[in-house]
């Protein structure tokens, strides 16, 4: 078994990764079960940006997000470096589709093997990295939870920043 501990942000994350399965937060999924894996990059700035404008222009540029193109990228050697994106794993459980997020950093080493120790392991179900919005149309993951994730990365990045601007006494 192979266990990987890293931070993002706030939030401490631990997952172990084998060919009979993955666990994370308590859930143990068996390698049968596991219908896809891809990993989804966010430009927060840009999501920003689109949620002050509203409307359809600023969900044109929130939905863009890490570049815009709706295809998936397979050669990890490109993945870009993200303090937030996601690792999403869809997985078959008593005949329904269900799914789980990762935090992932791709600024931070352990992260990256992680990544790589998951293709490694489930190539034929790694669907590739891409916007967020791409990854969950190819894994066919419902928008409504997306939009939640990613307001609460902005409130997360937001309160880091107070927080490291305040004066420390």
Not at 42 to 69: C, E, F, R
Not at 130 to 153: D, H, M, P, Y
């Amino acid at each position: 078994m192979t266990n990987f501990n890293y931070k993002q942000v706030f939030v401490n994350v631990n997952i172990d990764i084998t060919k009979e399965m993955i666990s994370y937060k308590g859930k143990t999924i068996p390698s049968q079960d596991i219908i896809g894996i891809g990993l989804g990059f966010t430009d927060i700035a840009k999501v920003a940006v689109g949620q002050a404008l509203g409307g359809m222009i600023g969900g044109a540029i929130a939905a863009n997000g890490y570049n815009g193109k709706p295809i998936l990228n397979k050669n990890l050697s490109e993945m870009p470096k993200s303090r937030f994106a996601q690792m999403m794993i869809t997985y078959n459980k008593d005949g329904k589709q269900k799914f789980i997020r990762v935090p992932l950093t791709t600024m931070d080493e352990t992260c990256i093997k992680m990544v790589h120790e998951a293709v490694k392991i489930y190539p034929s179900k790694f669907v590739g990295f891409g916007s967020l919005k791409t990854v969950e149309k190819e894994l066919k993951i419902s928008e409504f939870w997306a939009a939640i994730i990613v307001i609460s990365i902005i409130t997360i990045a937001a309160i880091a920043t107070i927080v490291g601007a305040a004066p420390q006494q």
